[in-house]
């Protein structure tokens, strides 16, 4: 009912049951947080937040465009995904989560948080 009862009931969903996602049509582009990190404004920007019913391996780094790059794969259960690609993380002037984003999600998930990019 609250946006802000989101993260603590995706950390307390019941795994294994079904895949919960929560899908927001934009970002708060009037918060300073995330024009601090996006370039401006995009009405593609969608923000998505996944509690899965069993772990997926996703890959940190992958090109749609073609084969993925065999590097790290991780086992994920909690996922929050922004579609932005004028971020500045993107241009290599950031790594890491969106800070923005990671320091709500870190008060829910704890601060070992990882990061990755699909692009193409």
Not at 15 to 28: K, L, P, S, T
Not at 70 to 78: D, E, H, S, Y
């Amino acid at each position: 009912e609250k946006v802000l009862d989101l993260l603590p009931a995706l950390r307390s969903a019941p795994y294994g049951d079904e895949d919960i996602a929560v899908v927001f049509d934009h970002m708060d582009f009037g918060n300073r947080a995330i024009t601090d990190y996006f370039q401006y404004e995009d009405h593609r920007t969608t923000l998505a937040c996944f509690a899965l019913a069993g772990p997926q391996n996703r890959p940190l780094s992958a090109n749609t465009c073609g084969d993925m790059d065999g590097g790290p794969v991780l086992p994920v259960r909690t996922c929050v995904v922004h579609t932005f690609k004028h971020a500045l993380g993107h241009l290599g002037l950031e790594g890491g989560p969106v800070p923005a984003l990671a320091s709500v999600t870190s008060r829910w998930f704890g601060p070992d948080q990882v990061g990755g990019e699909t692009w193409g």
